[in-house]
């Protein structure tokens, strides 16, 4: 356990500064929580509190606390993820042994850690991480309680998924189903007793998220910021509207404001395949997104089409199904084995937790209609590592019958044969093992087949099978940790897998477009950045970026394909911009206004205010993808009566140039009409000190 900690350490937190703020949406929050307590309360994306992220702020809790302790900080930023990922690796471990003892423990655990989508994402600064700690902490929970049946241990479950509702909205109940069974199933007691004691649950849950839920609900609406996302300023609000129906469903709901249709949540102005507004491939007029969801034509960070086939296509084949099959191989024939079993075994009540998990998490990731990105599949990743162990142990105590030694043989070579065809994704990335892996695999399947010699010779056989089945994730697990992320759609991989193709083509290691020459920023170019330095640091590392600035500062790229933010040149795809050094002066010279300036959307907004340190907060008008009422025309008009905003910065992330839509159209015309428009480094500006005469 010790070593499988310790390699799981090595592994998510080895070189972690070099993915610099990760996603900045996320990593301007956190710097405005750990400058701003009401900030950090509320998840705001700036510490003057205009508008919040759009999910609940459980997950950026506790990265601003480490923030407060020691310093803002790519470090103190990606530590505390990393850190959960050792906890759910250890969580896992703790489950499984107490059912299945310590080597199917050992074995769930590691499978975990090297999934390639939680080494990407325990490095990264999404609310997954968090996500999935409270799962697996859940799930252990009830494990655990399924022993003696008490009270304690499903109330306990409760106000941890309520806790994990306020880290990422309807997700965490996506666990919800196969936990209840399990406990209505095996738990001690008489049922009217066990049906009790899930009311119990519910109510933990209520109060596990309903705390934070009150707390909002009376604070003044005017005292506190917009809950961005959400279309009606509220949570409830954005978690069944945005973050809840309008990702499984689409259609209405399915973006910020209640857009009403796919593609909404991008300000009605998805970029094309090219990275490009207007109507490209994939792309549909009004800005929606094509039939089938939003990975439908627009790439595999999209999620691709929806459908049975989904979790073991282009988007989420390499993130996490290397062991899928092979999970619910050993989970249907675990389950035949204990069929006799008494209605508390403890191997079938382990069974349905994890198997449940596993099965609601797949369909629902495989069906849904809205926005939906590959990474989502993190909290898959555990449920798949226990039914593997679980299954596997289970099968093992009866493999002196035939057709148990026939499923564990399918189970290794079919292993074997997946990899060997999702290896064949990017043929360029080691690709001798595509071959070990599925000769190691079929011989240790075949010899599955025969009747146990002895304890060496079945050590040496499952020994053969667990590495060719993990040898292949692992290798991507490493190559993802070894290289840097940045951006809001990141994936894990070589960027050449078929799973790392995005809106643009194959996902750089930024989670944004290569280069059409073929480079990926290894030789000192970046998305087409010309003489950007890969990986470079968040500003004040003494990392720079193009043209000599520190990093963050990359010039402006106006007139460039792709360029996006204002201020800058998007670093990466939405997420990573960069802002120039031009602009970056101008926000600290903006004296003593609230806001040093106004932009459309948040991701420009999050681009500037770290660049600029946390010396200066930035109006995200419309929120993350410009389309929320916040602020209205009258309210950002008072705001500059006031003297409350010194500066507008034209164009916004997604929302294009001339604000987009909505409220975020209006404001621009307003200030396009009433305020002389200057240019800084390519980027139009307007001071809103000094009015047109």
Request: glycine share 18%; aromatic share 8%; no cysteine.
């Amino acid at each position: 356990m010790i070593a499988l900690l310790t390699g799981t350490g090595l592994l998510y937190l080895w070189d972690l500064g070099s993915s610099g703020w990760a996603n900045s949406f996320y990593a301007a929050a956190v710097q405005a929580g750990a400058n701003d307590w009401t900030a950090f309360f509320f998840g705001s994306l700036d510490p003057q509190n205009a508008i919040t992220v759009d999910k609940p702020p459980a997950s950026l809790w506790p990265m601003a606390l480490a923030a407060r302790i020691v310093g803002f900080s790519s470090w103190s930023l990606l530590v505390p993820q990393a850190l959960m990922g050792i906890a759910a690796v250890g969580l896992l471990y703790a489950a499984v042994r107490r059912v299945s003892g310590h080597g199917a423990g050992l074995l769930a655990g590691t499978l975990l850690a090297l999934t390639p989508v939680a080494a990407l994402m325990f490095r990264f600064d999404n609310p997954d991480a968090l996500l999935t700690l409270l799962l697996v902490l859940a799930a252990y929970l009830l494990v655990r309680g399924l022993e003696d049946g008490r009270t304690r241990w499903i109330a306990a479950v409760g106000l941890v998924l309520g806790f994990a509702f306020l880290t990422k909205s309807l997700q965490a109940f996506l666990v919800l189903p196969g936990l209840a069974l399990a406990w209505l199933w095996a738990a001690p007691g008489r049922p009217w007793r066990r049906v009790w004691q899930l009311l119990v649950g519910g109510a933990g849950i209520v109060v596990g998220s309903g705390w934070w839920l009150l707390a909002v609900a009376l604070w003044p609406v005017d005292a506190r910021p917009y809950i961005g996302g959400s279309g009606d300023n509220t949570p409830l609000g954005l978690a069944f509207g945005y973050n809840g129906l309008g990702r499984i469903v689409g259609g209405e709901g399915g973006g910020p404001g209640g857009g009403g249709r796919p593609g909404a949540a991008f300000g009605g102005g998805m970029p094309d395949a090219a990275g490009l507004p207007g109507g490209a491939a994939g792309a549909v007029p009004g800005g929606g997104m094509p039939p089938g969801g939003p990975g439908g034509g627009m790439g595999a960070a999209f999620g691709g089409r929806a459908g049975f086939l989904r979790m073991f296509g282009d988007s989420f084949g390499t993130q996490v199904s290397w062991l899928l099959p092979a999970a619910l191989l050993l989970f249907v024939a675990a389950l035949v084995l204990r069929g006799r079993a008494a209605r508390t075994d403890a191997v079938r009540g382990s069974l349905i937790v994890w198997g449940g998990w596993t099965l609601v998490t797949v369909l629902v990731l495989s069906f849904m209609e809205g926005i939906v990105h590959p990474y989502y599949a993190v909290a898959l990743a555990p449920g798949i590592a226990a039914l593997v162990a679980v299954g596997a142990r289970e099968l093992l105590r009866y493999r002196d019958r035939r057709w148990v030694r026939g499923v564990l043989a399918v189970a290794s070579a079919g292993t074997a044969v997946w990899a060997f065809v999702l290896l064949g994704g990017s043929p360029q990335f080691l690709p001798w093992l595509r071959w070990v892996v599925l000769v190691a695999g079929v011989a240790a399947g075949a010899a599955l087949l025969v009747p146990a010699r002895g304890r060496r010779w079945l050590a040496v056989v499952l020994g053969v099978a667990v590495l060719s089945g993990v040898a292949a994730p692992a290798a991507y697990a490493v190559q993802t940790a070894a290289t840097t992320h940045e951006g809001s759609t990141p994936m894990a991989g070589p960027s050449g897998a078929g799973a790392d193709r995005g809106m643009g083509g194959p996902r750089d290691r930024r989670g944004g477009a290569d280069r059409t020459d073929g480079t990926d920023g290894t030789d000192g170019t970046d998305a087409g950045i010309p003489g950007t330095t890969t990986g470079a640091g968040p500003s004040g590392t003494g990392a720079t970026d193009a043209g000599g600035l520190p990093a963050g500062a990359a010039p402006d790229g106006a007139g460039q394909p792709g360029a996006g933010g204002p201020g800058g040149m998007p670093g990466g795809g939405p997420g990573g911009e960069r802002t120039s050094a031009q602009v970056v002066a101008l926000l600290r010279e903006a004296g003593p206004a609230r806001w040093a300036a106004a932009t459309i959307g948040s991701q420009g907004a999050a681009s500037m205010m770290l660049a600029a340190g946390g010396d200066s907060a930035v109006m995200a008008i419309g929120g993350f993808s410009g389309s929320d009422d916040s602020p209205t025309l009258e309210q950002f008009r008072q705001y500059v009566a006031q003297g409350d905003v010194r500066y507008f910065v034209s164009g916004g992330e997604r929302g294009g140039p001339g604000g987009g839509r909505g409220t975020g159209a209006e404001i621009t015309a307003w200030v396009a009409q009433h305020y002389t428009a200057t240019t800084v480094d390519g980027t139009t500006v307007y001071d809103l000190s000094a009015p047109a005469h």
